[in-house]
């Protein structure tokens, strides 16, 4: 379990410690307290420590995808560092982690990875990055299963919207800090904080995702996605021709 210290990964290792099942969780942060669970303390980014951590690891039934990082910036604006950070940690990280586990898991086993309710829609401005990591592990996702299902490993996706976790206060900053240095869009970012802000208002525990993972690794038959809290407005918005979406976030932003 990766992204074992955040509030998603730690409801996740709550969840499977609840039904009995042995949790390896492995994040960069250790946890503030003891925790029922193995604790490895490793990087994603860093290939090494991945090959390390898992080495001393006995046959997995199955590896859940948690580690991840959120950020809302503009793209010509943002510093070259943070946007290959984001596809570090979001993308690669999960290749790393996979690659050192893949020969581990058991037949029939399972490989569960957090996306976003953004991955398959039609990106808004300022979360471009945080969006097209999300979308570029969807589609990482459908290959691994098309070559995974040889092995007998199923891979399922979970796609939330906003939950209640330290990333919706770190995801606040984020945008204030945005607002306030962007010298392009400093109006536009204004109107869109108003947006964010409402949609994350209506924000569900970490618990709800938990339920959706559980599903994904104990199904006979699991599903290819799980969504959870998916916001109807997005929705709405999302089933619009694209020149439509254009025209509409123009309107409301500018």
């Known amino acids: 379990m990766t992204g074992a210290a955040g509030g998603m990964g730690k409801a996740v290792c709550l969840a499977l410690r609840g039904a009995g099942h042995e949790v390896v969780a492995v994040d960069l942060k250790e946890p503030a307290e003891k925790t029922p669970w193995r604790f490895i303390k490793a990087d994603v980014t860093d290939g090494k420590q991945v090959e390390e951590a898992v080495s001393g690891l006995g046959p997995l039934d199955g590896v859940v995808h948690a580690a991840g990082l959120y950020k809302l910036d503009s793209l010509v604006e943002m510093d070259e560092s943070e946007f290959l950070k984001i596809f570090d ?67 399922s996706v979970v796609r939330p919207g906003a939950v209640k976790t330290d990333m919706l206060p770190a995801s606040t900053a984020a945008l204030d800090g945005f607002c306030g240095k962007t010298k392009l869009y ?48 997005l929705l709405i918005f999302n089933a619009l021709p694209k020149r439509l979406q254009l025209f509409v976030i123009g309107k409301i932003l500018k």
Not at 199 to 208: A, D, I, N, R, Y
């Open 89 to 155: 940690v979001n993308l690669f990280g999960v290749y790393r982690v996979n690659k050192a586990a893949a020969p581990l898991i058991k037949k029939g086993g399972r490989i569960v990875i957090i996306t976003s309710e953004l991955a398959p829609l039609f990106p808004l401005p300022f979360t471009g990055v945080y969006a097209v990591t999300k979308a570029a592990l969807d589609r990482y996702a459908d290959s691994l299963r098309m070559e995974l299902q040889l092995l007998g490993i199923s891979v």
């Open 186 to 233: 400093p109006v536009n970012a204004g109107r869109f904080k108003k947006i964010v802000d409402g949609v994350e208002s209506k924000s569900v525990p970490p618990e709800k995702v938990a339920k959706a993972i559980m599903k994904a690794l104990t199904a006979r038959r699991p599903r290819l996605v799980y969504n959870v809290n998916r916001n109807p407005l």
